[in-house]
């Protein structure tokens, strides 16, 4: 297994800057246009709109020019929206026409891998939506290819990029409550089947729809899929609100952030009951007690779908899935140690003894939308050639917790231990759960030979 050394790992990480380092501003603290960062946007949907209309423009450093899409009605409301920023149908030429540094994928979860390799190979940096990635072979992948390339990554779990966050990771790396013992995390739900095995010819489809099916089976249009794809196993793995894939990538980011185990897995993981068709959890008005952040996100939560209680150890930690949704932290973690714990959940801390959240330096409260920073982060690793916070190794590692979520619940036998190796990224003694670690892909979208 691999060693990480858990406090000078994350004092390491944790040392990123708050703002942007001096010799990249230029006057009134704005970045120089030399130092400027040329970036476009793949995919106008609704986790885009957000991005463009409060990150990106919010971001020191950014020369935001155009945008991407193979659906028309979405490029034409981006004209409307953005006049003056050039739209483009196929994001290679937008690429290469709009000379980018970089790129934001903001598509769907089954697009992203083909699309970032594209973009990779087409010379641009890029900022991957999370979850990164549809499988474990798919994530790999693109670690490799960000080698290959040389490109600068960014996944999106913006979390690792807030002051609060990296403050409450730091208290723990410190060992402010002693050695941890047990983190806990949100029991999410998964994804369900699509029920509709209907297929479609390419021959009898719009271009457009054959595109966004990319890797999976060409089915019918129906705004079911091309709206509501999170929902389905072959399209995202649960990326509902309150989903494995949804919160649960940034609160299973959040975990590992803090336990220090961010370039390396469990090893051992226990499928605690049978995995059941559930409501993400119990909703009447409960009162948080006084060491609990109390974030309402489970107001949003009311969903339902496959769900099972789970533990994954690494080494003597215990992370466990067991929060409901009438619990917070809905994106982010509890951690238990000797002396005390500590609970993160974005722009919020609590702990027990109380006095170590009191006495936080007021300069890493979050003071901006959540993501800017994060952006932020990304641009000036473009710039300095440093490893971004959320690099695509550390995406590829967190959002492998979210497949391993949905895969032992599927295979694992109830009550038993599972192993998994986070070197080979295999199961040692589970063959069935290793079948489901890649997925075959519709003839044409292959992904590129590295």
């Not at 920023?85 to 903001?106: P, S």
């Not at 499988?135 to 960014?154: D, F, P």
């Not at 730091?170 to 509709?196: E, L, M, T």
């Not at 490893?387 to 694992?412: F, M, P, Q, W, Y």
């Amino acid at each position: 297994m691999m060693k990480i050394y858990r406090r000078s790992f994350l004092k390491s990480s944790l040392a990123l800057p708050l703002f942007a380092a001096a010799p990249t501003l230029g006057r009134a603290g704005e970045t120089a246009p030399s130092e400027r960062v040329r970036v476009g946007v793949i995919g106008l949907g609704g986790r885009a709109r957000w991005m463009m209309s409060r990150s990106i423009p919010d971001a020191k450093g950014a020369e935001w020019t155009c945008g991407c899409d193979i659906y028309e009605p979405r490029r034409k409301k981006f004209m409307e929206t953005y006049k003056g920023k050039n739209v483009y149908e196929d994001f290679r030429k937008m690429i290469e026409v709009e000379k980018l540094d970089g790129v934001f994928v903001e598509t769907a979860t089954h697009q992203r891998a083909w699309i970032g390799a594209m973009a990779m190979q087409a010379g641009a940096h890029i900022y991957l939506e999370k979850p990164m990635a549809l499988t474990v072979e798919e994530g790999r992948y693109l670690v490799n290819a960000a080698k290959k390339y040389k490109k600068v990554t960014q996944v999106g779990t913006q979390q690792r990029s807030l002051p609060l966050c990296k403050w409450g990771c730091q208290q723990i790396a410190d060992g402010v409550i002693g050695k941890i013992k047990r983190v806990q995390v949100p029991n999410f739900v998964g994804p369900i089947p699509y029920p509709k095995p209907d297929t479609l010819d390419p021959k009898d489809c719009p271009k457009w729809w054959d595109i966004w099916t990319n890797q999976s089976v060409l089915r019918p249009i129906v705004p079911e899929v091309q709206f509501s794809w999170s929902r389905w196993a072959d399209y995202d793995d649960g990326g509902l609100c309150f989903g494995v894939s949804g919160w649960g990538t940034h609160s299973f980011d959040q975990a590992m952030m803090a336990m220090g185990t961010s370039l390396t897995g469990p090893t051992r993981i226990l499928l605690e009951e049978p995995c059941t068709f559930q409501d993400s959890g119990k909703y009447p008005n409960r009162v948080p007690d006084d060491d609990e952040t109390g974030a309402s996100y489970y107001a949003m939560a009311k969903v339902a779908g496959p769900r099972a209680r789970m533990k994954m150890y690494f080494g003597d930690i215990e992370l466990d899935f067991c929060l409901d949704g009438d619990r917070g932290p809905g994106l982010g973690c509890i951690v238990t140690g000797e002396n005390g714990k500590i609970e993160i959940n974005r722009h919020k801390l609590a702990s027990n003894p109380k006095s170590i959240v009191t006495e936080m330096p007021e300069e890493f409260r979050n003071t901006r939308d959540e993501t800017v920073y994060h952006v932020e982060n990304w641009l000036d690793c473009i710039r300095t050639g440093e490893k971004c916070a959320a690099d695509v190794e550390i995406g590829h590692r967190s959002t492998t917790i979210c497949h391993l979520v949905n895969i032992v619940r599927d295979t694992a036998p109830v009550g038993k231990e599972v192993h998994w190796d986070p070197e080979k990224e295999l199961f040692t003694d589970l063959p069935e759960a290793n079948a489901m670690l890649s997925r075959p892909r519709r003839e044409g979208w292959e992904l590129p030979t590295l």
